[in-house]
């Protein structure tokens, strides 16, 4: 055997496991559910997570057992013989990943078993929750019917006889192999195909000999007989038999101790050789069949990737509503790729050995995999460890094809009988508060038809429920519920409460925000006392706050001095607000005196009266900023006085006096004059 042979024998019992090899005949890397994407850097395990549904959400599902089926693969990397150029020479030199030139097939692997999963929700329109299959919906109610998007873990499938792993797949239109990528290595991996994480089946790797004793006896055999100083200008291999079959190390016939080169391989330490075997599926069309739900529209769903429609419940109570979700017929297509690290670029060498095998990179092309005809499979010589592989007349015409049939996912709801919503909540709590502190809120609503009734809470603002309360079941119409939110930073929170009774009646929102942040610390001057005409300064300093309003004046900024001319005595307040909230500091009270002295005279019409009678008074005051007041003997009189002006009133009747009386004029507080009226007995004649 040449040299040349015995290479692509070699490789021959290397691809033609490669694609789902025998957990029999070699070690994979990587178990069930990982994956593994090439970087140029040593490999990287990825964890792939399992396709898991929402317990609320319509699931779709379809699968198939592909028993007694056996694929291959196209390849063209390898000729089937020494004497066939195959897809080395010409216009075809070097294109290691062509889609047209086929040098012939490799069995990859048996009874298939496919499954598609697909996913689809409904969702409360007002309120963002997902809705249960089997709820009573109210009249009026909108709902959003949303597929989730088409994404790899809705494919699964595995093979058994030689797959070692049960990856995923992919949507693409057309069920289109995956792109190619481009490569600056000078032209040589420029046609190489792509290796995705999510298409890895298995790797494969070569170092344990003893699982190759078929090819091993090929090779023992080649490094005596081979001259290997054609090629690699090492020394000549004359080895009898290998002194360790992990290093690649022989005896020569003087004992000492070579290592045996194979063309491009290096000492034979190992190599692994990942394999992705991509199921790509052509994405199916996506229907929706409303069921009876009216005024339908395309909207915005919730996931890119996804599709959904805004619906309205209809007005006939304890009608059947039936929405299904309908995934039309679809198919897809296997393909193979693998991951090859050695450098295999010989072309500058003489004689047959002339062959760019190219360098390090990902192998394949974009011809789907083929279905081994029947009798060549059930044939007594079939073989698929053959190490010339499958000839292109062995497999079918047209690729084997995965086809789908069309998925439905239906819906079943109730039309609520007859019944209002709630009022909207009240809800009591703090505007303000710490950070990181409890805030305690109390939320109250009532039902018009007295039903049962619970709040639901959106405390982000963002119109999705957060929380329910209580958190099962319902209360009794007007029965309040409690909850505490805490906020780890300052700035102002809105947060916002709807009421739902047992009907599936829901009330409009109730919005409450709270300022978070510690509340501004002020300091406000001090009071005052001026004389009518003058002014005086407020003066003001806070921090933590944003703005500060003045009652009485103007403040501006969260600091300043501001001049007042009171023509009274006033009292000034101030609020300042910040992040924390706002402050509200003691009033400034500024006290205004009259310019000239306080005086007043209380003058009787007569100063002697006879008993039985009385008189009049009459008074006057200056200076006065308040009031003055006449008190006496059946007297009590208020009289207002404008601001430092003069002050009077008269004539005011004592009324009948027996004894002698004292008057008293006050004003603002401070006596100013007293009148004395005496009384003159009656004399009695006998």
Not at 476 to 494: E, F, K
Not at 507 to 512: G, L
Not at 635 to 646: H, L
Request: charged letters at 15%; glycine letters at 10%; hydrophobic letters at 30%.
């Amino acid at each position: 055997m040449t040299l040349n042979s015995y290479l692509i024998s070699l490789f021959s019992c290397l691809v033609a496991l490669a694609v789902f090899g025998s957990i029999a005949h070699f070690a994979s890397a990587g178990g069930a559910g990982q994956g593994v994407r090439w970087t140029g850097t040593p490999y990287t395990d990825q964890n792939l997570n399992t396709y898991q549904p929402t317990p609320v959400s319509g699931n779709g599902h379809w699968s198939m057992q592909y028993e007694g089926i056996d694929l291959a693969y196209a390849w063209n990397r390898w000729t089937l013989q020494s004497t066939d150029p195959g897809c080395f020479t010409g216009a075809q030199s070097g294109n290691f990943s062509s889609d047209t030139c086929i040098s012939g097939f490799g069995a990859a692997g048996s009874d298939l078993a496919v499954e598609i999963n697909h996913e689809a929700r409904v969702y409360d329109a007002a309120t963002g929750t997902q809705i249960e299959n089997g709820a009573v919906l109210t009249p009026g109610k909108q709902v959003r019917l949303e597929f989730t998007p088409l994404v790899p873990e809705n494919i699964f499938w595995f093979a058994t006889g030689y797959s070692l792993d049960s990856p995923y797949g992919e949507w693409r239109a057309g069920a289109t192999a995956p792109s190619r990528v481009q490569s600056t290595n000078g032209g040589i991996n420029s046609k190489h195909v792509t290796c995705d994480a999510r298409d890895y089946a298995n790797s494969i790797t070569l170092d344990d000999w003893s699982r190759w004793e078929g090819c091993m006896a090929t090779m023992r055999k080649e490094c005596a007989e081979a001259e290997w100083d054609e090629i690699t200008n090492e020394e000549v291999c004359t080895a009898y038999y290998y002194q360790n079959p992990y290093s690649g190390q022989y005896l020569d016939e003087a004992g000492a101790s070579q290592t045996c080169i194979m063309q491009g391989y290096g000492p034979r330490t190992g190599y692994r050789f990942d394999v992705y075997a991509p199921l790509v599926m052509n994405p199916p069309t996506r229907t929706f069949d409303y069921g009876g739900l009216t005024g339908c529209t395309t909207t915005t769903p919730s996931e890119a990737g996804g599709l959904a429609v805004l619906c309205t419940v209809p007005n006939t109570p304890a009608a059947a509503l039936t929405p299904t979700f309908k995934y039309g017929e679809t198919y897809g297509y296997f393909y193979y790729r693998y991951r090859d690290d050695r450098n295999m670029n010989y072309s500058g060498q003489p004689g047959p050995h002339a062959r760019n095998y190219g360098g390090p990179g990902c192998y394949g092309n974009n011809i789907p995999l083929h279905k081994v005809r029947d009798e060549v499979k059930n044939s007594p010589n079939y073989d698929p460890f053959d190490e010339r592989g499958l000839r292109v007349s062995q497999v079918e015409d047209e690729p084997f094809t995965v086809e789908v049939p069309e998925i439905t996912i239906p819906f079943s709801f109730t039309v609520a009988s007859v019944g209002n919503p709630p009022a909207v909540p009240t809800i009591t709590g703090p505007t303000q508060g710490l950070p990181s502190t409890n805030h305690s809120f109390s939320f109250t609503s009532t039902d018009p038809d007295g039903n049962t009734i619970r709040y639901g809470v959106d405390w982000n603002n963002d119109g999705v429920l957060d929380q329910w309360l209580p958190a099962l079941g319902y209360v009794t119409s007007g029965t309040s519920q409690n909850a505490s939110r805490s906020w780890p930073s300052d700035g102002s929170r809105t947060f916002r409460v709807l009421a739902q009774d047992s009907n599936n009646n829901s009330s409009a929102w109730a919005t409450h925000t709270i300022a978070i942040g510690t509340p501004p610390s002020c300091t406000f001057g001090s009071s005052a006392t001026i004389i009518q005409g003058q002014s005086t300064a407020l003066t003001w300093s806070c921090t933590g706050a944003n703005s500060c309003t003045g009652s009485g004046f103007t403040a501006g900024g969260s600091s300043g001095s501001v001049s007042v001319t009171p023509s009274s005595s006033t009292s000034y307040g101030l609020s300042c607000t910040g992040t924390g909230g706002t402050t509200s500091v003691p009033p400034v009270t500024v006290t205004v005196g009259c310019p000239m002295d306080l005086s007043g005279d209380l003058v009787p019409a007569v100063d002697r009266v006879r008993e039985g009678t009385g008189t009049t008074l009459t008074w006057n005051a200056t200076g006065v900023n308040t009031s003055c007041t006449i008190s006496g003997p059946n007297v009590n009189q208020t009289v207002a006085g404008a601001s430092c002006n003069a002050a009077s009133a008269g004539p005011v009747s004592t009324g009948n006096l027996t004894t002698q009386a004292i008057y008293r004029l006050t004003c603002d507080g401070v006596e100013v004059d007293r009148a004395i009226v005496n009384v003159q007995p009656q004399l009695i004649e006998f």
